[in-house]
């Protein structure tokens, strides 16, 4: 038996924290948290924890036919133990805003919103994989707290090669163990893709034996997000009637 193995799987093929392949992290979220900005969103994946506010849409001085869309990624300097990642910080924070950005862009129904703009800041407080996949969602129901129309809601989720297994929501010492890992972002209801995140070359088969599970994973994060959208939406509609009858 190899030592990977020996290290990632347990003989029942369990991962460390007791996962197995194809199970998620306990997701928990919080919407309409922050008063003073349009929209906000809190989630936990696991123990890797997001925050994102959203700005917007408002009215630019030099505007085009559909919104301009910003976004600014910060992770916390004590969110990780990932040596790597706090060697290259800045670079990363800048290649992930880009990456936030045309995911939105794909996302939002710009041409709603001509001459405006709308801004998203993404703030990762605690690190433990998966921070790409948490922090798409948790702008996604930020925008979607904030009343901006969007195609679908947007669900993103990662997917890596264990030896030979392939396994859903990596956390930081999956992400670390050097395996082909993918991750990825799309609407389900159009079956649309808005983000594919490589992190090493593979295989042809390997691709997309990542990209259908990554889907897997994206489909069951989807029916959880739809809920906590629903029930926030609830929530405001029974404020609204109790406001009404006082």
């Not at 505007?63 to 869309?69: E, K, L, P, S, T």
């Not at 799309?186 to 593979?202: A, N, T």
Request: aromatic share 6%; charged share 20%.
């Amino acid at each position: 038996m190899s030592s990977l193995r020996m290290d990632y799987l347990s003989l029942s093929g369990l991962r460390l924290d007791g996962r197995r392949a194809n199970e998620l992290r306990h997701l928990q979220s919080n919407l309409g948290f922050f008063q003073q900005v349009h929209g906000s969103a809190y989630v936990e994946m696991g123990q890797t924890k997001v925050l994102a506010v959203v700005h917007g849409p408002h009215a630019v001085h030099k505007g085009n036919d559909q919104a301009a869309v910003s976004c600014t990624f910060v992770q916390a300097a004590f969110a990780s133990m990932d040596r790597k990642w706090k060697h290259s910080k800045d670079r990363q924070e800048i290649e992930w805003a880009g990456i936030l950005t045309q995911a939105l862009e794909t996302l939002i129904l710009r041409h709603l919103y001509p001459r405006t703009g709308i801004e998203v800041y993404v703030e990762v407080v605690q690190n433990d994989g998966g921070a790409l996949a948490t922090s798409l969602n948790t702008a996604m129901l930020a925008l979607v707290n904030a009343g901006i129309a969007v195609r679908d809601l947007m669900v993103a989720c990662s997917a890596g090669i264990l030896e030979g297994q392939t396994i859903w929501d990596l956390n930081e010492k999956e992400e670390n163990g050097n395996v082909p890992q993918l991750t990825v972002a799309m609407l389900p209801k159009y079956d649309k893709l808005c983000l594919i995140q490589l992190e090493c070359k593979v295989t042809v088969n390997d691709f997309e034996t990542l990209l259908e599970h990554a889907k897997g994973g994206c489909s069951a994060i989807a029916q959880q997000l739809r809920t906590v959208v629903e029930e926030h939406t609830w929530q405001l509609i029974t404020r609204r009637d109790v406001a009404d009858l006082n």
